[in-house]
């Protein structure tokens, strides 16, 4: 049922679901009023009937003011009326009750002079009201009461004594069911033709109502799909782009290196050889006018002293900068022995002590990452030695199955991050932009006199 009404239109769904609904309320309404209607009749005509038996039988059981039971002579009349008055065609049968249930008459059957148990019908009638009421009778019930028909009025009078208003006996009599059959159905008819019109122009209202709902959601649904077909196709672009974006940053990663290499070769093949040679000559130049004996010459190897330590630190430092800007061998290494690694290098240049915790299990990182791991800590690590003047910085190195993070922690000075940041200092924007690149995350936590912390998370896949 469901599958089928879920190939439905709401319209289609409403029209499906409400009909029998609407259907079988106007049959049940119908029917109610039906038996209302037929309810009221049947008391209507039992009260009408009811006036004529006080009216025309009554003054023929006046004797039972003052005995147990009826005249031969009222007997006689009584059957008289009934055969020849129109009362007698209104009703079927009857029969006049003693209050202490006899049977005083019976126009059919034999139950004239029996006594039977007082029912509800016949305790109203004693009591001075009016019973009436339709009555199913069986064959045996038929049989036993003498009412030829299976469905009959059934209604129960009192008899009143003359001036007295003292209940002498009580009548039963059954009558027709044509006049009460007619005005039922009738009136049935009436109401299953006014409730089913109403309920036609309710169902007409509402099904206009739900088209027009059913219309504007087959509208939205359309309208819907088509967008949910425009952000797949989107989704399908924005899938490609990432992908796109992932091997444009690993290039970028590769190029960067590549390029950082040929500086650093550049720096040692160019610049560096030219100031070995230019210290070499300085020395050279020096010890001859030393060895001279010449005062002009010694002074003026005096004066090269200072040029020559010049040299010697600007060819020192770009060593060292030519050192670090050659990356090592890290592909076959782990994570947890490149951080090593990088710690190693930093404090045999520095001499500064370094405290290494790692907390890394068996897991698999791209080259990429490893190469983004040894710069942001080698980077990490030159900011501490340069601005936090720190001998003891905490590196704690931890990773679980999809991520890597990586915690410097100094005990320095520290900084105000809002205007450090604003400045733009390289490092600390060079590290960010490594960071995100990756898919990552760079945090900045320090404040003056409460030392810096340096939080970074890396994916460990590069699919970005």
Same mark, same amino acid.
């Given at each position: ?41 049947? /008391? ?10 006080? *009216? ?6 006046? !004797? ?28 079927? *049968? ?7 249930? /006899?049977?005083?008459?019976? =126009?059919?059957?034999?139950? +004239? ?9 016949? @305790?109203? +009638? ?8 339709? =009555? $199913? /009778?069986?064959? #045996?019930?038929? @049989? ?5 028909? +299976? /469905? ?9 004594? $003359?001036?007295?208003? %003292? ?9 027709? !069911? ?7 159905? +009738? ?8 409730? #089913? ?119 020192? $430092? ?29 404090? @045999?240049?520095?001499? &500064? ?35 936090? %003047? ?20 100094? $005990? ?7 205007? &450090? ?44």
């Amino acid at each position: 049922m469901k599958k089928i009404l879920g190939r439905l239109s709401l319209a289609q769904q409403f029209l499906m679901v409400s009909f029998p609904i609407l259907l079988a309320a106007t049959l049940v309404i119908g029917w109610w009023i039906g038996l209302q209607v037929e309810d009221s009749v049947v /008391r209507r005509i039992g009260g009408v009937t009811a006036l004529y038996v006080d *009216s025309f039988v009554a003054p023929h059981v006046q !004797t039972l003011a003052q005995t147990d039971d009826l005249t031969p002579a009222d007997r006689a009349e009584l059957s008289a009326l009934l055969a020849n008055t129109a009362l007698g065609k209104k009703i079927v *049968s009857l029969k006049i009750w003693r209050p202490d249930g /006899r049977v005083l008459l019976s =126009s059919d059957g034999d139950d +004239a002079g029996k006594t039977f148990p007082i029912d509800e019908g016949l @305790a109203v +009638a004693l009591g001075g009201g009016i019973f009436s009421e339709i =009555s $199913d /009778r069986s064959d #045996a019930e038929r @049989a036993k009461h003498g009412a030829p028909r +299976a /469905r009959l009025i059934e209604t129960y009078t009192p008899i009143h004594a $003359d001036r007295l208003g %003292k209940v002498v006996a009580a009548a039963e009599f059954y009558s027709a !069911t044509d006049e009460v059959d007619r005005e039922a159905s +009738a009136a049935q008819r009436r109401s299953w033709l006014l409730v #089913a019109g109403t309920m036609l122009g309710a169902y007409l209202l509402l099904f206009l109502v739900v088209r027009g709902g059913s219309r504007k959601i087959i509208e939205q649904q359309q309208d819907l799909s088509e967008k949910v077909t425009q952000l797949t196709h989107l989704n399908e672009q924005n899938t490609q782009l990432h992908e796109r974006v992932r091997r444009a940053a690993e290039r970028a990663t590769a190029l960067n290196e590549t390029f950082l290499r040929r500086i650093s070769a550049d720096i040692h093949d160019g610049p560096g050889q030219d100031l070995g040679f230019a210290l070499m000559q300085l020395k050279n130049i020096g010890d001859t006018c030393v060895g001279s004996g010449n005062s002009d010459h010694e002074r003026h190897a005096e004066n090269l002293v200072p040029v020559r330590m010049a040299v010697e630190s600007a060819l020192s $430092d770009l060593c060292a900068i030519s050192a670090d800007l050659q990356l090592p061998d890290i592909e076959p290494l782990e994570l947890a022995d490149i951080a090593a690694r990088v710690i190693r290098d930093y404090q @045999a240049k520095t001499g &500064a002590t370094v405290t290494l915790k790692t907390d890394i299990p068996q897991v698999q990182a791209s080259l990429r990452v490893k190469i983004t791991l040894y710069r942001l800590l080698q980077e990490a690590l030159a900011n501490t030695f340069r601005h936090a %003047k720190c001998g003891n910085p905490l590196v704690h190195v931890k990773s679980d199955s999809t991520s890597l993070t990586m915690e410097v922690i100094d $005990d320095g000075p520290g900084f105000d991050t809002g205007a &450090a940041l604003k400045k733009g200092r390289l490092g600390l924007m060079g590290m960010r932009q490594r960071a995100e690149v990756l898919g990552g995350s760079f945090e900045l936590e320090s404040r003056p006199g409460a030392g810096t912390l340096i939080r970074i998370t890396l994916p460990l896949s590069t699919e970005v």
